[in-house]
């Protein structure tokens, strides 16, 4: 098949074209993201592939039927970014990657949950100063903090074993319990007591209308004073105005944050000589006690393998025998 890719990045052509090696599709590579803008590009295509930062609103699904797309295969575990009702109502198949590195992303938040509390982000650039004060860097044990994890799929699994194995006390919630977390010893609760409990509040759920805003006003006048919380999943789990008000008060006591609201005019680009227009964003970096990264949770070798392989083989799947899709298809 005649395969547009969008939104690619260096780093991932050419793992997409090595393990393209099996399945020989015909890969064209376009740096722009997908958009109603730019979705005439897809014309003469058989099947695109999109990243998170591509918008398959109505406007775009519709120009990609009229362009023939017969699928889209997404380099992402979310699909938030696509209007799955306007999909299925033009028949486009939309596939996903749900499983390329639960490690990765669950690896990662621990790593902003050593950082914030141990403050090795300020040491090391304190360091590189010649400053060797230890002034303002005291942290705390985690061995017996109480975690909470919204959202225990594959990510908030192993995320759980991890703190676990530091001696943390973890409790969580989702709407189906996962039998690996109870096996071992995860306790599930009720949201407001997840929020009343937590000592650290780490997010792992999709993105639904459910889901949105999931920390809000209500949710930290719940959570003790000097919460810390962790979003690795997506930035319209969190308020981010609400977060602020939290940060002012003293309710949030450490953010780690890789992923942003309104992070689509600024991940994924080189803003260094940019006057950024982000009020908020600009506000959140104004903490001290706020660590935010670019999106990069997902951002290991397995990771990318493992999305480049579960692309293209969704799509020969679709080809082929589309019943081998299995929970990879969206709709």
Not at 277 to 304: C, G, M, W, Y
Not at 309 to 331: H, M, P, Q, Y
């Amino acid at each position: 098949m005649k395969i547009a890719i969008f939104s690619t990045k260096e780093f991932e052509r050419d793992i997409l074209i090595q393990e393209n090696q099996l399945y020989r599709h015909e890969l064209v590579f376009f740096e722009a993201a997908l958009n109603e803008k730019t979705a005439d590009l897809t014309n003469g295509f058989d099947a695109i592939s999109c990243f998170v930062t591509d918008n398959l609103n109505a406007h775009t699904l519709r120009k990609l039927h009229q362009n023939k797309i017969q699928i889209i295969a997404l380099r992402s575990a979310g699909f938030n970014h696509v209007d799955i009702a306007t999909a299925k109502e033009l028949g486009i198949t939309v596939v996903r990657v749900p499983n390329y590195s639960p490690h990765a992303v669950a690896e990662f938040a621990v790593g902003l949950i050593l950082t914030l509390n141990r403050k090795i982000h300020k040491a090391y650039q304190w360091v590189r100063e010649h400053n060797f004060l230890l002034n303002h860097l005291v942290g705390f044990d985690l061995y017996g903090k109480t975690v909470g994890i919204i959202g225990t799929g594959r990510i908030g699994e192993v995320f759980a074993r991890i703190m676990q194995g530091f001696g943390c006390r973890v409790i969580a919630f989702d709407i189906t319990q996962n039998p690996a977390c109870v096996g071992t010893g995860v306790t599930y609760l009720s949201l407001d007591e997840v929020y009343s409990q937590s000592d650290i509040l780490s997010l792992h759920c999709p993105l639904t209308d459910e889901t949105r805003h999931v920390i809000n006003h209500d949710a930290l006048a719940k959570m003790k004073p000097g919460i810390m919380i962790i979003n690795t999943g997506r930035g319209g789990l969190i308020d981010t105005k609400a977060v602020i008000q939290g940060l002012k008060k003293g309710i949030i006591g450490y953010l780690g944050l890789d992923v942003y609201e309104e992070e689509g005019d600024l991940f994924f680009h080189d803003l260094s000589e940019a006057i950024i227009q982000d009020d908020t964003f600009l506000r959140l970096q104004t903490f001290p006690n706020v660590v935010i990264t670019s999106h990069q949770a997902f951002f290991t070798k397995e990771a990318l393998v493992n999305i480049a392989k579960t692309t293209l083989s969704n799509i020969d799947c679709f080809n082929t025998d589309a019943n081998k899709l299995g929970e990879n298809r969206v709709c």
